[in-house]
């Protein structure tokens, strides 16, 4: 990790924002011409999943790249179904310039369609340089790098309220088991243990990927989420089964199954960090404490606290990551200025723009930590980018979006449909496997 003064990278990011400056501590120029507004007339369209709070602190790093150079900027929230709105747009002529794709199987399907113009060389150079191997291989198809990615998430973190485990008199656990009995005590205590996204099926695929990962090793995770393995492996049927012991406890959710179906991702994170809480651990990525801070004013490392998702059985703990990744569109109306955000977010100094507001991790290396604003925050980055080449990404976000990344479909609404009744893990994993054959085309 590439270590700058906090006063340096401070000046050196108010002197560019300010003057229209290159990059400095390793940005590089955005290489879209001369003069202190390079940009100046054109207008960027980027299109992202983001909403409330993360497209709030997204919008500073937009206006951060139109004051050094003085392209306008767009933005469109697409909800989950990237694949389908940005497909419409396409196919009605009004294709957005630049993308936020979550999930690495949607940019390999853009990639397949053709619609993705290849990162250039300057922001090839800030790749190279600043990131572990891993997000260039999974920025990449067919040996062509596409996806720049911008924000990470951390997948295998567990928040949760100090007052809340403290009045349980438990401390955060180091095993599954252990979280699990940690939070009977918790319920008995009065609140419930866990508040659960069931909502939004993304949530639930993180859950399994966490258990899989530890319960099965990173080998057997690896061959699944590349579908060399079927959904009916003995080692996702026995992931499941543990999953279930959690989903079919109504001591450890809160408002039960239905409860938790009903529950959209800030939702659970109002039920622990929100004025009425109504449990005391919510399971997801580092970005929890965005919402936490921003939306109920929560103080990272003194109200909002997180332990590592624990090892499940013998295995070891998981660490799971997920990534939004900027691709430029082929049918974009601004390929010039769109190439030059890539360039721009491909610099540490876009980073810090919004690694001080909280709410966000990079996966760029040169990002100095004191950019963040929290000690938490920072110990969640700096266990993101040494764990360097070992991150294991998301599997869903690596299946083909009709299985892992569609809204009402494929693994979101198995996982869905489990979590209402996890009484029989085999035939869940036979749905899964029936609906990922369908998907990979087996």
């Given at each position: 990790?590439?270590?700058?003064?906090?006063?340096?990278?401070?000046?050196?990011?108010?002197?560019?924002?300010?003057?229209?400056?290159?990059?400095?501590?390793?940005?590089?120029?955005?290489?879209?011409?001369?003069?202190?507004?390079?940009?100046?007339?054109?207008?960027?369209?980027?299109?992202?999943?983001?909403?409330?709070?993360?497209?709030?602190?997204?919008?500073?790093?937009?206006?951060?790249?139109?004051?050094?150079?003085?392209?306008?900027?767009?933005?469109?929230?697409?909800?989950?179904?990237?694949?389908?709105?940005?497909?419409?747009?396409?196919?009605?002529?009004?294709?957005?310039?630049?993308?936020?794709?979550?999930?690495?199987?949607?940019?390999?399907?853009?990639?397949?369609?053709?619609?993705?113009?290849?990162?250039?060389?300057?922001?090839?150079?800030?790749?190279?340089?600043?990131?572990?191997?891993?997000?260039?291989?999974?920025?990449?198809?067919?040996?062509?790098?596409?996806g720049l990615y911008f924000k990470a998430a951390h997948k295998s973190t567990v928040w949760y309220s100090p007052d809340a485990l403290d009045e349980a008199g438990v401390e955060a656990p180091t095993s599954y088991d252990a979280m699990l009995e940690a939070g009977r005590t918790v319920s008995e205590s009065g609140l419930a243990a866990f508040s659960v996204a069931g909502q939004d099926g993304w949530t639930l695929t993180d859950w399994f990927e966490n258990v899989y990962l530890s319960q099965a090793g990173p080998e057997k995770y690896d061959a699944l989420a590349a579908h060399e393995i079927k959904w009916t492996d003995p080692s996702v049927v026995a992931a499941l089964t543990t999953?279930?012991?959690?989903?079919?406890?109504?001591?450890?959710?809160?408002?039960?199954?239905?409860?938790?179906?009903?529950?959209?991702?800030?939702?659970?994170?109002?039920?622990?960090?929100?004025?009425?809480?109504?449990?005391?651990?919510?399971?997801?990525?580092?970005?929890?404490?965005?919402?936490?801070?921003?939306?109920?004013?929560?103080?990272?490392?003194?109200?909002?606290?997180?332990?590592?998702?624990?090892?499940?059985?013998?295995?070891?703990?998981?660490?799971?990551?997920?990534?939004?990744?900027?691709?430029?569109?082929?049918?974009?109306?601004?390929?010039?200025?769109?190439?030059?955000?890539?360039?721009?977010?491909?610099?540490?100094?876009?980073?810090?723009?919004?690694?001080?507001?909280?709410?966000?991790?990079?996966?760029?290396?040169?990002?100095?930590?004191?950019?963040?604003?929290?000690?938490?925050?920072?110990?969640?980055?700096?266990?993101?980018?040494?764990?360097?080449?070992?991150?294991?990404?998301?599997?869903?976000?690596?299946?083909?979006?009709?299985?892992?990344?569609?809204?009402?479909?494929?693994?979101?609404?198995?996982?869905?449909?489990?979590?209402?009744?996890?009484?029989?893990?085999?035939?869940?994993?036979?749905?899964?496997?029936?609906?990922?054959?369908?998907?990979?085309?087996?």
């Open positions: 990790m590439m270590r700058r003064r906090t006063t340096l990278l401070a000046s050196c990011t108010a002197l560019a924002l300010s003057l229209g400056a290159t990059a400095c501590g390793g940005g590089g120029p955005v290489s879209a011409g001369g003069g202190d507004k390079p940009l100046s007339g054109q207008t960027i369209n980027v299109a992202g999943v983001w909403s409330g709070s993360e497209q709030k602190n997204f919008q500073k790093v937009l206006d951060a790249f139109t004051e050094k150079t003085g392209a306008k900027t767009q933005f469109t929230s697409t909800g989950d179904n990237v694949s389908t709105v940005v497909g419409s747009k396409i196919e009605g002529g009004n294709a957005p310039d630049v993308v936020m794709v979550p999930q690495v199987g949607v940019l390999q399907q853009f990639a397949k369609e053709g619609w993705l113009k290849p990162l250039s060389g300057t922001a090839r150079k800030s790749v190279d340089a600043n990131y572990a191997d891993v997000w260039k291989n999974y920025g990449s198809v067919d040996g062509s790098l596409y999953l279930g012991k959690l989903f079919k406890d109504k001591e450890l959710i809160a408002g039960g199954q239905k409860g938790t179906l009903n529950t959209d991702f800030p939702g659970s994170v109002e039920k622990v960090f929100g004025p009425e809480p109504a449990a005391g651990m919510v399971y997801e990525g580092d970005f929890v404490a965005g919402v936490a801070k921003d939306q109920f004013g929560k103080k990272i490392g003194e109200d909002a606290d997180f332990f590592p998702f624990p090892a499940v059985g013998d295995g070891k703990a998981p660490v799971v990551s997920g990534g939004d990744a900027a691709v430029v569109l082929k049918d974009g109306k601004s390929p010039k200025a769109a190439m030059a955000f890539l360039e721009y977010l491909a610099t540490p100094e876009a980073s810090a723009v919004w690694a001080e507001v909280g709410g966000f991790l990079s996966p760029n290396k040169k990002l100095d930590l004191a950019s963040y604003g929290d000690d938490i925050t920072r110990e969640t980055a700096k266990s993101l980018v040494d764990a360097g080449d070992s991150v294991r990404f998301d599997m869903s976000d690596q299946a083909p979006a009709a299985f892992g990344g569609t809204k009402g479909a494929g693994e979101w609404k198995i996982l869905q449909d489990f979590l209402r009744d996890p009484s029989d893990p085999k035939a869940t994993a036979a749905a899964l496997e029936k609906a990922a054959a369908k998907a990979y085309q087996d």
